[in-house]
């Protein structure tokens, strides 16, 4: 078979994705991390119908009105909000390959960020779920300690399944290097 039918017969998962490239896992954060705005948004729409509740505001004939189209706009400004919200959340993703973990943070519509960690220089990955609102709802904090620093993803649903596929996926990547990195330890001694 040539290269050419070789790379039109290759289609990327995610952008950036190399050919020798198989994705693993594809997971992102808890819905939980959208609560605090929706909380938020359904109290600034209670705030804002509060008002049409009081009797007293149907004696000015124009105050209904200027009322119930400040109640349209504040629903629309809500709505905006919760939909940037959703779509940051829907759109941030972590990619676990064979050979990298991808992660992308999207910020609205028009700012993302992608960072990613070579899995033969992960050294460590921990997980944690810390208190009764994690542990009822799945999900916890995962650590990956590199080189360079630590990295860490909070509030992701599952943890201990995630965490089990990253430790599988390191352990593939980086076994022939640890093997080879022990040997020459030993034979320098």
């Not at 629903?75 to 959703?86: P, S």
């Not at 220089?121 to 904090?141: F, H, M, S, W």
Request: glycine share 6%.
């Amino acid at each position: 078979m040539s290269t050419d039918v070789a790379n039109k017969q290759f289609k990327p998962q995610f952008p950036g994705q190399h050919e020798d490239e198989e994705v693993r896992l594809v997971f992102r954060h808890h819905v939980a991390v959208m609560r605090k705005p929706l909380i938020y948004g359904m109290l600034v729409l209670l705030i804002a119908l509060l008002p049409l509740t009081v009797s007293a505001i149907y004696s000015v004939d124009w105050l209904p009105g200027a009322l119930l189209t400040l109640v349209v706009v504040v629903c629309v400004v809500v709505a905006a909000a919760w939909f940037f919200t959703w779509a940051s959340w829907y759109y941030s993703v972590y990619i676990l390959t064979n050979r990298r973990l991808v992660s992308i943070k999207q910020k609205g519509l028009f700012d993302r960020s992608v960072l990613e960690w070579q899995l033969d220089k992960i050294y460590n990955v921990n997980y944690r779920v810390g208190g009764l609102q994690a542990t009822l709802l799945g999900y916890g904090e995962i650590t990956i300690k590199t080189a360079i620093g630590e990295f860490v993803m909070s509030k992701i649903q599952h943890p201990v399944a995630v965490h089990q596929q990253i430790l599988l996926a390191v352990r593939e990547a980086g076994s022939q290097d640890v093997v080879s990195l022990i040997d020459n330890s030993v034979s320098m001694m």
